[in-house]
């Protein structure tokens, strides 16, 4: 019985030196929101080949997964992640391709419906900003092919090879409503140290 007791106690204590830990690695890259968020760590477990070391957080508005709201699949999210250079243009086309793909499981799909895999175009004026769209399966909710129109901001920070972007998605045109909520959130600090 002792040893059952102090096995629990062990466990307890090992448990929460881990969540705490878990928690001060996953500190929010955004102001504060009300929108739900989730981390991903680089390699991302669903798009493994997307070679890059580093965090994710994507974050949710209340509307995301209910297809009569006007949130529907607007939501955004920051790649924080080590890079020699600036990401281009064609490596985040390719990067979105294959992360839609493996976030919405297209190579495992066999339900009859026709499903093209995810084609990103995206279309720059400097190194910095992209806008475009992502065109996907949406197999959760619709199980139909959906665009989503994307705005991409990157900050590249020479001295710790590092790169924050930030990806806004949404079926929703440009001059929707959603497009002000995004503005709502920033990120909390500049990539480069002061």
């Known amino acids: 019985m002792k040893t059952k007791i102090i096995t629990i106690i062990a466990f307890l204590l090992t448990t929460q030196f881990f969540y705490a830990q878990e928690e001060k690695e996953h500190e929010s890259f955004f102001t ?3 929108w739900k968020s989730e981390f991903f760590p680089f390699p991302i477990g669903f798009a493994r080949e997307i070679p890059l ?3 994710e957080e994507a974050v949710f508005p209340p509307g995301w997964g209910k297809t009569e709201s006007p949130e ?3 939501y955004l999210f920051v790649w924080n992640v080590k890079t020699p250079a600036p990401l281009t243009l064609q490596e985040l086309e390719t990067y979105l391709n294959y992360y839609f793909d493996g976030l919405l499981n297209i190579k495992n799909r066999k339900n009859g419906t026709t499903i ?3 084609s990103t175009l995206l279309t720059t004026s400097a190194t910095t ?3 475009g769209t992502v065109h ?3 197999g959760r909710y619709t199980q139909k092919m959906m665009y989503l129109h994307t705005y991409i901001t990157q900050d590249y ?3 710790t090879n590092e790169a924050t972007l930030v990806f806004k998605f949404s079926p929703k045109g440009f001059n929707d409503r959603i497009w002000e909520q995004f503005q709502e959130i920033s990120l909390k600090n ?3 140290p002061d």
């Open 32 to 34: 504060e929101t009300e």
């Open 53 to 55: 070391e580093g965090i």
């Open 72 to 74: 529907f699949w607007s």
């Open 116 to 118: 093209l895999p995810t």
């Open 129 to 131: 900003k992209f806008i």
């Open 136 to 138: 996907l399966f949406e």
């Open 157 to 159: 920070c020479e001295e």
């Open 190 to 192: 500049g990539i480069c």
